[in-house]
């Protein structure tokens, strides 16, 4: 490995990822989706005579095959395929969500590789902001094609999932797996986290609550909007106060435990990709993302109506599965090995990140486009959240854990999937449905 | 001051053997959180002129009058009320008389609760805390029962609601900020304990407020429920004031160690420095004003919301219970910064649970003697609020640790809820349709 590093070493000039701080720019997202990572085996390419065309297969062979989930990588042409040829579109659908099953751990991966050349810091920003890139690129692209309520569904998913799902498979897998011995995590950073939930949590239930006390769906449309849009400004301060929290001035409630020394395989890393080529990966990978969110976003009511299943469960459940699986995956491992720290810092990061700042900003994206979306989520969606906001801020607030927990949150996650499983409310384009008088 | 305490003792005859044996005592007991809060706006005297005058008690008067007219931060504010009652002989804008009443109660309110602290210097540490806990609010309580007499019972639903709210998001959520920035690199610790009984209570009240509203929404369409409403409301007042009490003695007899503010190092033993009855004078006098001031606010609130083209509810929610507020508001911002997290949170729970508990149950059975309709059905939004924002603060604080995290969250949660109260323009009226209002699924109402 050594004498590959050289040449990408020489051609980003200086490597500002010493060993210190590329220690400390190890975020629990960055460590729960590392777990997924193979290490390449390079010596079929060493074969290679030319030594561009050796770096060359080098890279995409770390970038291509460097995960466990690369076995999906075919759909993504098929999709293609079937997008041109015109096969049936609940197939366009099913094959474009496995396609961005690995192409969002990719895009973990790039962003973990450039954090180690621009320093912890930029590196933190970075991964707060691309952590949930998938998310953000389906609900954009829903917002332009003016699909209101699958933006408002997806990203209310996505929170719940993190919450429930990837929580409580975490907590139920450490717990069994950790019968015998007491498993305990940092509250202080539980607390963080649910206190920003709880905000989110009353920012969203204002605009609802408003309808319906209003006197009538015309008389208060207006208010809302406005009173949805200063709740995403207030929602932002809160998230940046956060980002400025969580990495400048008490980092150390959220550092990820250091490895301990008993650890089987993950020595020192070293970016394997230089600086540049992991930037023009990362765009290209996002052009794909956008391609096959795209495609989702369009074929979603068609797969709707062939398969059965309403919208609601389809983006409220089925999407965020997908844009998640990684992130899961890791969670679940790291929860096996004991070091809840890392699953709860993943779980609810990523719900403090979609909830604070994924959903503000497509708010404030909405405005710019002249779009009327707002904060009001509706009372099936709002009264979930609700439920699960103060149930994992309950359950997390003593510090400790134990499987009974997990399958709570399970049980939870299920049930509130059953109710949109059987709730089919039709897809009203940019209109809200009015509750209430 | 030595001379004016003097006379003010053989003014007072008999209490001056009290005075110099139990003082510790008096004052280990009487300097709740609020005394220690408005305290900090407090200047002291300077003599020097007065002691020029010649006549014994024209200098009495005069030193009385400094200690009490100038004897605060807030004392530039005082114009205001003779400019108040000015605007309203000579007929002035009405919004002039509303913003000049505002702006004069700032300083009384303050004052009230000085008088409040130099009686209690004499009466005894007990009765000095049941005197504190009553008047410490006088001004959204004189408030609130003013608007009950002219029936703007919106007006006073919403003052008080928002005096609560005021007191849990914004005195506590800038005192944790300003505390949080203040001390980055020290623990901010307190004593859990007080802050659990008082989300307790909280929560009790919570629930008081929360029945006659869903029972509103629960009955079949076409019952009248306005009379039971009334009479859980009237049942509920009880309960919470029965509660108010067994609070007054938890916390002034049983368990007074909880609650004990800190004793702090640098300052030196305080005496009283006006006499028992020059201080209730001054007091029943500041109260006749504070009611005048009052009356104008409550009259004018109208013709304000119109002219400045603001809703009502903003101005009963955010704008009153800011300026009454003030004086509690800048101290417990001033004890945090000192990492006296404590006394900070006592005056801002404490103010909330006395405004919760009794100020609320004490304005419906006001209103049940007097005939009024006023409930404890403050409607969906108000309510919904109060919950939110009991549940934010109790989980904020359960844990007696603290950093400007908190502060930052408690703020915007206020600062979302002032712009949700922004955007209510429901007129007074329109109130009434509230009652035909059913709650329906949401996969019902597809369009």
Not at chain 1, 200 to 207: D, N
Not at chain 2, 269 to 290: C, N, P, Q
Not at chain 2, 291 to 319: D, H, K, R
Not at chain 2, 377 to 384: G, H, K, Q, S, V
């Amino acid at each position: 490995m050594a004498s590959l590093q050289e040449p990408w070493l020489l051609e980003t000039g200086n490597l500002k990822g010493c060993s210190k701080e590329i220690r400390h720019g190890r975020t629990a997202h960055n460590m729960s989706s590392s777990s997924l990572r193979k290490k390449s085996d390079l010596t079929l390419v060493s074969k290679v005579r030319f030594v561009l065309l050796r770096q060359f297969l080098t890279n995409l062979q770390e970038v291509i095959l460097g995960t466990k989930l690369s076995v999906l990588f075919p759909a993504i042409p098929l999709a293609i395929v079937a997008e041109c040829y015109g096969f049936g579109r609940p197939w366009i659908f099913a094959l474009s969500l496995l396609g961005l099953t690995p192409l969002a751990e990719r895009v973990s991966f790039l962003t973990e590789q450039i954090a180690y050349y621009t320093g912890p810091t930029v590196g933190g920003l970075l991964n707060a902001t691309c952590g949930n890139a998938t998310e953000l690129i389906i609900a954009i692209f829903a917002l332009s094609q003016h699909k209101i309520d699958v933006v408002k569904y997806s990203l209310l998913g996505s929170v719940l999932s993190n919450l429930l799902l990837v929580l409580g498979t975490s907590l139920f897998c450490g717990g069994i797996a950790n019968l015998r011995r007491e498993q305990k995590y940092d509250r202080r950073q539980a607390d963080v986290n649910s206190l920003l939930l709880l905000l989110a949590l009353l920012c969203h239930s204002l605009p609802l609550l408003f309808r319906m006390s209003g006197a009538s769906a015309a008389l208060t449309a207006d208010p809302t909007l406005q009173l949805s849009r200063a709740s995403s400004i207030v929602m932002l301060i809160a998230y940046i106060s956060y980002l400025v929290f969580q990495l400048f001035t008490h980092r150390q409630l959220f550092e990820a435990q250091e490895q301990s020394e008993d650890d089987e395989g993950i020595s020192e890393e070293e970016p394997v990709i230089g600086f540049w080529s992991g930037f023009i990966w990362l765009v290209g990978m996002t052009a794909v993302i956008s391609l096959l969110s795209e495609y989702v976003v369009e074929t979603i009511e068609d797969a709707s109506d062939s398969w059965g299943i309403s919208v609601s469960f389809i983006s409220i459940i089925l999407l965020p599965i997908v844009g998640n699986a990684a992130e899961h995956a890791g969670a679940v491992i790291f929860a096996f090995k004991n070091k809840l720290d890392i699953s709860l810092g993943v779980a609810l990061g990523s719900a403090t990140q979609i909830a604070m700042f994924v959903v503000p900003l497509c708010i404030v994206v909405a405005w710019i486009m002249g779009i009327k979306m707002d904060l009001n989520f509706n009372l099936l969606e709002t009264g979930s959240l609700a439920l699960s906001i103060i149930a994992v801020a309950f359950t997390l607030q003593d510090g400790t854990s134990h499987y009974l927990k997990g399958l709570v949150l399970l049980l939870l996650y299920i049930v509130i999937g059953a109710c949109f499983f059987v709730s089919k409310t039709p897809l009203s384009n940019g209109i809200d449905t009015v509750v209430g008088a | 001051m030595e001379s004016a305490g003097e006379y003010s003792r053989m003014e007072n005859g008999g209490d001056s053997k009290k005075s110099a044996t139990g003082k510790e005592s008096w004052n280990n007991g009487i300097r709740t959180a609020q005394n220690m809060s408005t305290s900090l706006l407090r200047k002291k005297s300077d003599p020097l002129l007065v002691s020029k005058v010649r006549f014994q008690m024209l200098r009495q008067l005069l030193a009385n009058l400094q200690e009490v007219i100038l004897g605060t931060k807030l004392a530039v504010l005082f114009p205001a009320i003779p400019l108040a009652i000015a605007a309203d002989f000579y007929e002035f804008g009405r919004h002039w008389i509303f913003a000049l009443s505002l702006l004069g109660l700032m300083p009384l309110a303050e004052r009230v609760s000085f008088l409040t602290e130099q009686i209690a210097y004499y009466t005894g540490p007990t009765v000095g805390g049941l005197l504190n806990a009553t008047c410490g609010n006088a001004t959204e309580l004189i408030i609130a029962l003013f608007a009950l007499y002219q029936s703007k019972i919106h007006v006073l639903k919403y003052s008080l609601l928002g005096s609560i709210l005021s007191n849990l998001l914004l005195v506590l959520g800038s005192s944790l900020l300003c505390g949080g920035l203040a001390n980055l690199k020290k623990e901010q610790r307190y004593d859990r304990k007080q802050a659990d009984v008082n989300s307790l209570l909280l929560l009790l009240g919570l629930l008081c407020h929360m029945l006659p509203l869903m029972f509103r929404y629960a009955a079949t369409p076409g019952v009248l429920v306005a009379e039971s409403t009334l009479q859980l409301s009237r049942a509920s007042s009880l309960v919470m004031l029965v509660a108010y009490i067994g609070y007054i003695i938890f916390q002034l007899k049983t368990h007074r160690q909880i609650f004990d503010a800190q004793e702090d190092e640098g300052e030196e033993e305080e005496k009283a420095v006006m006499g028992f009855w020059s201080g209730f004078s001054w007091l029943v006098g500041m109260t006749l004003v504070i009611a005048l001031l009052s009356e104008y606010v409550v009259g004018t609130i109208e013709a304000a919301s119109e002219s400045w083209g603001i809703s009502i509810s903003f101005i009963s929610i955010i704008l009153i219970p800011i300026v009454g507020n003030a004086a509690e508001h800048a101290g417990a911002i001033i004890f945090a910064f000192k990492n006296k997290l404590d006394i900070s949170l006592g005056v801002a729970l404490g103010s909330a649970t006395q405004i919760s508990m009794f100020a609320v149950p004490l304005c419906v059975v006001v209103g049940w003697i007097m005939s009024v309709q006023m409930d404890l059905d403050f409607n969906l939004l108000e309510t919904a609020c109060l919950a939110l924002t009991i549940l934010v603060v109790a989980f904020t604080l359960q844990d007696g640790t603290s950093h400007y995290m908190k502060g930052i969250v408690l703020c915007l949660c206020y600062a979302a809820i002032a712009a949700c109260f922004f955007v209510h323009k429901i007129p007074a009226p329109l109130e009434q349709i509230n009652l035909n209002v059913r709650l329906k699924p949401s996969f019902e109402s597809s369009v």
